[in-house]
């Protein structure tokens, strides 16, 4: 006979300042507590993790919304801790948990080797015209926005050295799978699956008839250069993170050398969430037909 697994050391992330995380926090403490081997916590915010925080822990349960799990998520990619998503927002994509099927699926969970995906990310280089880098991690995606006066920007491209179309419009998404569902889709750009290892790029009302949302593979960069800019235009990181660019700027978009991982609920597989959250393919309310 088989020896049981160890319970796993866990990270607790949640903001307890919200009444409806810290009623979640309290209603699964003395769970927590039972089904693993100990449970340390930290706050929530973009602070730095120091590895000396994560010694031991194996899981990190994080409460919170899709924006929570987006934070955390590159607050933890440099020390590949699968994170275990509990949902206390509006939508809940990216959080398929909740106390209830936490609790169903807790012999999963906790047992050593949760069921689990891998989520692409994307490292994205801003390049100065003064010579300074600044890099950033990125879960959902990466917008450069033209930005107040709101004139038309012009950007080149560069995909994979192999050189690419030029740009005149409102700006740029650049989303991971993962993101592909958020302001991607919004744009027009397509669905692409989160185990998939690519890049989507989709233009922000582009001032053609033929620039048309595309997928790229993660192996390749993409290089954006900044021909014309506005006042205001900005790169904007998972809708958490704004650093204004100038002309002659060039920001370089590639796969990220690292993943994250989270921890998946077998009854919300990803195309279902689709379908029930998302309402994917949703008919028309039609009015019922009078018998004749």
Same mark, same amino acid.
């Given at each position: 006979?088989?020896?049981?697994?160890?319970?796993?050391?866990?990270?607790?992330?949640?903001?307890? +300042?919200?009444?409806?995380?810290?009623?979640?926090?309290?209603?699964?403490?003395?769970?927590?507590? =039972?089904?693993? $081997?100990?449970?340390?916590?930290?706050?929530?915010?973009?602070?730095?993790?120091?590895?000396?925080?994560?010694?031991?822990?194996?899981?990190?349960?994080?409460?919170?919304?899709?924006?929570?799990?987006?934070?955390?998520?590159? %607050? /933890?990619?440099?020390?590949?801790?699968?994170?275990?998503?509990?949902?206390?927002?509006?939508?809940?994509?990216?959080?398929?948990?909740?106390?209830?099927?936490?609790?169903?699926?807790?012999? /999963?969970?906790?047992?050593?080797?949760? !069921?689990?995906?891998?989520?692409?990310?994307?490292?994205?280089?801003?390049?100065?015209?003064?010579?300074?880098?600044?890099?950033?991690?990125?879960?959902?995606?990466?917008?450069?926005?033209?930005?107040?006066?709101?004139?038309?920007?012009? /950007?080149?491209?560069?995909?994979?050295?192999?050189?690419?179309?030029?740009?005149?419009?409102?700006?740029?998404?650049?989303?991971?799978?993962? $993101?592909?569902?958020?302001?991607?889709?919004?744009?027009?750009? !397509?669905?692409?699956?989160?185990?998939?290892?690519?890049?989507?790029?989709?233009?922000?009302?582009?001032?053609?008839?033929?620039?048309?949302?595309?997928?790229?593979?993660?192996? +390749?960069?993409?290089?954006?250069?900044?021909?014309?800019?506005?006042?205001?235009?900005?790169?904007?990181?998972?809708?958490?993170?704004?650093?204004?660019?100038?002309?002659?700027?060039?920001?370089?978009?590639?796969?990220?050398?690292?993943?994250?991982?989270?921890?998946?609920?077998? =009854?919300?597989?990803?195309?279902?969430?689709?379908?029930?959250?998302? %309402?994917?393919?949703?008919?028309?309310?039609?009015? =019922?037909?009078?018998? +004749?």
């Amino acid at each position: 006979m088989g020896t049981m697994p160890a319970a796993p050391n866990i990270l607790l992330i949640a903001d307890r +300042s919200r009444p409806e995380v810290d009623e979640v926090v309290a209603n699964l403490q003395p769970d927590l507590e =039972r089904w693993c $081997g100990s449970v340390r916590e930290l706050p929530p915010g973009n602070g730095v993790i120091e590895p000396a925080d994560l010694d031991g822990v194996e899981l990190a349960v994080v409460v919170g919304g899709d924006g929570t799990m987006i934070q955390q998520a590159r %607050r /933890l990619i440099e020390h590949d801790v699968p994170l275990v998503p509990i949902n206390c927002g509006r939508l809940g994509f990216l959080a398929s948990f909740d106390a209830e099927s936490l609790r169903e699926e807790a012999g /999963l969970v906790f047992a050593g080797d949760p !069921p689990r995906r891998r989520h692409s990310v994307l490292n994205v280089d801003i390049h100065r015209a003064a010579g300074d880098v600044l890099g950033l991690p990125a879960i959902n995606d990466c917008v450069l926005t033209a930005g107040p006066p709101f004139r038309m920007i012009q /950007l080149s491209l560069d995909i994979g050295g192999q050189g690419g179309p030029s740009l005149s419009g409102d700006g740029l998404i650049v989303s991971t799978p993962t $993101g592909s569902t958020a302001y991607n889709l919004s744009a027009g750009g !397509p669905i692409v699956s989160p185990s998939m290892e690519a890049i989507v790029v989709t233009p922000l009302a582009a001032h053609s008839l033929g620039f048309r949302p595309f997928v790229m593979s993660e192996e +390749s960069s993409l290089d954006v250069v900044i021909e014309h800019a506005n006042e205001g235009t900005t790169v904007v990181i998972d809708g958490q993170d704004s650093i204004h660019v100038e002309a002659g700027d060039r920001l370089r978009i590639s796969g990220h050398r690292r993943s994250v991982q989270f921890v998946t609920c077998s =009854r919300e597989p990803y195309w279902r969430i689709l379908i029930d959250k998302m %309402r994917w393919a949703a008919p028309p309310s039609y009015r =019922r037909r009078r018998p +004749s």
